[in-house]
């Protein structure tokens, strides 16, 4: 208990002068997102744990053992630490004030939120030392990805990271580590849509909806190889003779009647 504390004393100094865009945290400064977050682990699992090895997540079961809650817990508390030296009003660094736009971009990268932890130490050190490679590293990879989900997607990148071929999520730590750090970070926020336990079933869906683009591009994918009339239907924008060689080349062999009716 004297430990923690100690460390959110020591967040509270860091992060609690630091604004944020009303647009999307109108609970106010990093210090008090950052309390609700922690807050929203319970709601998360909870959310999460009804979708245990169903649908994309048929790989995963979301129940999470003491060592994951516990990075969890490491996470949320650090996830948005790098605001303290990324957030600007107006193109300036946060602490030259003013009333104009507050940004926080790239907050979520290894240069801003490294050296704030640092400005913790020696409590961050206690608590990150404790944790082996392997954890150190999925708690890095949550922090460094946990605002990847946007405009309710992932990025093609992130995309390639978390889900399999057949669209489904990889059953990895790190891969469930970072769906229940995104779902407290949508929960423990007031914002529109974007907070609260219908933020977290946003969050979900948002995971739902990259997990079905991947699998609809790669059943495209795997169809236009795989089926000629497909082939030539994806080639009408070309010359028919274009048509015709690209298509002996691939299927080695010339088309038939139905297929040329479709040049």
């Known amino acids: 208990m004297e430990f923690k504390l100690w460390l959110e004393n020591s967040l509270k100094d860091l992060l609690e002068p630091v604004p944020q865009s009303p647009v999307h945290h109108e609970e106010g400064d990093v210090y008090t997102h950052t309390r609700m977050v922690r807050k929203a682990l319970e709601p998360a699992k909870s959310l999460l744990s009804k979708e245990s090895n169903k649908g994309p997540f048929v790989n995963i079961n979301f129940n999470l053992d003491e060592k994951e809650e ?14 303290a030296s990324a957030t600007t009003i107006d193109g300036n660094h946060w602490s030259s004030g003013g009333t104009g736009k507050i940004k926080a971009i790239g907050h ?17 050190r206690k608590m990150l030392d404790n944790l082996s490679k392997d954890e150190l590293d999925d708690l890095y990879f949550c922090i460094d990805h946990h605002m990847s989900l946007r405009d309710s997607k992932f990025s093609k990148r992130v995309s390639g990271l978390l889900l399999d071929n057949s669209g489904n999520y990889k059953n990895e730590r790190r891969t469930k580590l970072l769906l229940h750090l995104i779902t407290m970070d949508w929960i423990g926020r007031i914002s529109g849509e974007k907070g609260g336990l219908n933020g977290g079933m946003k969050a979900i869906e948002g995971f739902k909806n990259s997990a079905e683009e991947v699998k609809q591009k790669n059943k495209r994918v795997k169809t236009s190889i795989d089926d000629p009339m497909d082939f030539i239907k994806s080639m009408k924008d070309k010359h028919p003779s274009i048509v015709s060689i690209a298509f002996k080349n691939k299927f080695k062999r010339d088309m038939n009647q139905e297929e040329k009716d479709l040049l």
Not at 70 to 83: E, P, V
Not at 108 to 124: E, R
């Open 108 to 124: 979520d990268k290894s240069d801003h939120y490294l050296p704030m932890i640092d400005k913790i130490s020696p409590i961050a």
């Open 70 to 83: 516990k990075i969890l817990r490491m996470a949320s508390l650090l996830h948005d630490i790098g605001k």
